[in-house]
């Protein structure tokens, strides 16, 4: 069964703590992608990864980290420096544009609350 | 800042009709993409359309792209009740090879 799997579904963090959301992908995709959505508005890029061990920084990383040790795993730490992190996260990946293919598959969102 | 806007916010139509959404951009685009999403789900993939293409189908969904208007629009036919979802387009500029920039949606009701 092939597809994209984010946990935890749900998640509460106090104020002051760093927590790690988990995304994996079994697709073979190279391209990888985090992005935070709010009430009522669209998707906003906070990091995304064109192949292992490499990643940029898109529209609001700031209070973000990520890593991408393995090709099939593309976790993201929300810092304390994240002023208001409470949102849905939306990981998501793609073929990789160096095949021509630029469709993205999302996994099923974490919701992150801040107490 | 967002690339794609679309239009209406919301729509609210009866099963069998038409439901037609538009999205405009701002820069050169690559390709242009629309997403649909259940409410607290993710997102799933519909359509892409490249910038030399001007009209694509798939299935109930009829999607058009005017790069001289920077805008396209996305029609699905005889709606059902299980196309309530919002939908999103997303463009991919000529500069910013694989990294989408999502509208902020427009959430579709289709009525029994």
């Known amino acids: 069964d092939g597809g994209i799997t984010q946990s935890p579904k749900y998640l509460f963090r106090k104020e002051g703590q760093n927590v790690t959301l988990s995304c994996e992908q079994n697709l073979n995709h190279d391209a990888m992608y985090w992005y935070r959505q709010d009430p009522g508005q669209g998707l906003r890029l906070i990091y995304y990864s064109q192949i292992v061990n490499d990643f940029q920084k898109g529209d609001i990383a700031e209070g973000y980290s990520v890593s991408r040790e393995k090709k099939e795993s593309f976790p993201l730490t929300v810092t304390s420096a994240q002023k208001n992190p409470t949102a849905f996260y939306l990981c998501a990946s793609s073929i990789g544009v160096g095949q021509g293919r630029y469709e993205q598959f999302f996994g099923p969102g974490t919701r992150l609350t801040v107490l | 800042s967002q690339q794609g806007e679309e239009d209406p916010q919301a729509l609210s139509i009866q099963e069998g009709e038409n439901a037609t959404m538009n999205c405009s951009y701002k820069t050169s685009i690559n390709n242009l993409q629309w997403y649909r999403q259940n409410s607290g789900r993710g997102l799933v993939h519909l359509i892409l359309?490249?910038?030399?293409?001007r009209e694509k189908h798939s299935g109930r969904l009829r999607v058009t792209l005017d790069t001289s208007k920077k805008s396209s629009s996305l029609l699905i036919t005889a709606s059902r009740a299980a196309d309530t979802a919002s939908y999103f387009c997303a463009t991919m500029t000529t500069d910013s090879w694989g990294k989408l920039q999502f509208g902020a949606g427009t959430q579709v009701v289709v009525t029994p």
């Open positions: 359309i490249r910038s030399n293409e």
